[in-house]
């Protein structure tokens, strides 16, 4: 099998459907040498959670398309894969209510990451689902997995997988971001 592509299962659901491929049509990396901190992203505050998950799709996306937004009727999925989601907002709320204090309203909006996901969406003009997971195994196979299976139901065309995980110690966070199409069926 070449590196860009995925194996799947020839069981599918249950419902033996061949194995279908996935190709990966273009892949990013936050950070890549020269990168500092990835731009901030109006109405998300305090964490580097949704600005790096935009800076990957961003570039992703740019790879394979150029500049946004995409005709109508791309039927482009996005796929956001976090087993912790957004760790610092999450601390920052936390330690917030702890000494009684007054949450800001942006951190509801954001607490979510669909948010960010949907915030990708609307500004590429993706119009496919969008799906939020948080992984039990491996990230890039569970997400690979969902992406797949939109592809294989109809759903999409193309899929935006984002993979972001942060460091509980504060650390910049790293994300990837591939995006999927079919292969060839079997």
């Not at 500004?123 to 195994?137: A, E, I, M, Y």
Request: charged residues 20%; negative net charge; contains cysteine.
């Amino acid at each position: 099998m070449s590196p860009t592509t995925t194996a799947r299962s020839p069981e599918r659901g249950g419902r033996g459907a061949p194995e279908e491929r996935v190709r990966v049509l273009a892949e990013a990396r936050w950070p890549e040498p020269g990168d500092g901190v990835a731009p901030g992203v109006p109405g998300f505050v305090h964490s580097d959670f949704a600005p790096v998950v935009v800076a990957v799709a961003e570039r992703c996306l740019g790879r394979a398309h150029g500049a946004p937004p995409l005709p109508a009727g791309n039927r482009t999925a996005v796929v956001l894969v976090s087993a912790s989601g957004d760790r610092a907002s999450a601390g920052h709320v936390r330690a917030t209510v702890v000494a009684g204090g007054r949450v800001g309203p942006l951190f509801f909006f954001q607490s979510v990451p669909n948010s960010v996901a949907g915030h990708v969406a609307a500004r590429w003009g993706l119009d496919g689902p969008v799906v939020c997971l948080s992984p039990t195994g491996d990230p890039r196979a569970e997400g690979t997995a969902e992406a797949d299976l939109l592809l294989y139901d109809g759903d999409a065309d193309q899929a935006l997988l984002v993979l972001i995980e942060q460091a509980p110690d504060g650390t910049p966070s790293e994300a990837v971001a591939v995006l999927l199409g079919e292969g060839t069926r079997q």
